[in-house]
């Protein structure tokens, strides 16, 4: 069973994907803690409904990102946090949470990478002109959506799509394959190997059980 810790910085909808998955029994996890960058996220709330501990950090409070993230580390282990996922946090990951979480940070990103990486990934799909688009589960290394890829999936692009109305049909295949990629790490059956991320059979499927 992970153990496992949040950050978000908005409205939260990848967690409490999460949490339905977890009290569905669908993901065997424990979610032992949400940490927000922003006094106003809706992921807050989302936390306070499932009596899930939360902590928000203010990073202009801190002297350096370096500072702001051990305060997150810190507070991550007290919680016996064993991997930890990024549901919409707006931050490039440090060195104190990579060194402290190695391949053990995943993160969603609303596009299929290593096409549009950042912000407005939808928007940067639409301006385009793609015709597919879809989102991406990955580990989290120093760079900006950079990790190497877990699970993909497509969501065809209309012609009268609009920012959201992409982003809402692409929500609901980010929701489906967060919650995969965390009970496949739940099994241990991923294998990285360099930018390669194999998923191992499952075993009980193998011998028809």
Excluded at 30 to 38: A, E, F, P, R, S
Excluded at 55 to 63: A, R
Excluded at 66 to 78: A, D, G, M, Q, R
Excluded at 137 to 148: L, S
Aim: with cysteine; proline share 5%.
């Amino acid at each position: 069973m992970l153990n496992l810790g949040v950050l978000a910085s908005g409205r939260g909808s990848n967690f409490q994907a999460i949490i339905d998955a977890v009290e569905r029994g669908v993901l065997p996890a424990k979610i032992k803690v949400l940490v927000t960058d922003n006094s106003n996220a809706y992921a807050i709330e989302r936390a306070k409904r499932a009596g899930i501990p939360w902590h928000y950090f203010d990073p202009k409070g801190f002297k350096s990102k370096e500072e702001y993230e051990k305060e997150i580390v810190k507070t991550l282990l007290s919680y016996d946090v064993d991997m930890v996922c990024l549901a919409g946090y707006m931050r490039l990951i440090g060195k104190p949470l990579l060194s402290s979480f190695p391949m053990r940070i995943i993160n969603i990103h609303p596009a299929l990478l290593p096409a549009f990486p950042g912000l407005h990934a939808q928007k940067q799909a639409l301006d385009y002109g793609v015709k597919i688009a879809g989102c991406t589960v990955h580990f989290v290394d120093e760079g900006m959506d950079t990790g190497p890829i877990i699970l993909q999936a497509a969501v065809p692009v209309y012609d009268d799509d609009s920012e959201e109305s992409l982003s809402e049909r692409i929500l609901e295949q980010e929701h489906r394959i967060l919650v995969e990629a965390l009970k496949l790490l739940s099994e241990n059956r991923l294998l990285v190997e360099g930018r390669r991320v194999k998923i191992l059979p499952d075993r009980g499927e193998e011998h028809g059980k």
